[in-house]
């Protein structure tokens, strides 16, 4: 299981563009299924979300 945290300004930022923290725990679960476009480093990864 992934932990997965979220900023002070990501949650201001996905809270702007309507991007709920339901959204949030799909795409995580797709992450961890292997679904994301690159693993930046450090445990830092790309994923790209429909709003």
Do not use: H
Not at 29 to 34: A, L, V
């Amino acid at each position: 299981m992934m932990r997965v945290f979220k900023s002070k300004s990501f949650n201001k930022f996905a809270a702007s563009e309507g991007i709920s923290d339901v959204q949030l725990v799909d795409v995580v679960r797709e992450m961890e299924n292997g679904l994301f476009e690159a693993e930046l480093g450090g445990g830092v990864y790309k994923k790209r979300i429909a709003t």
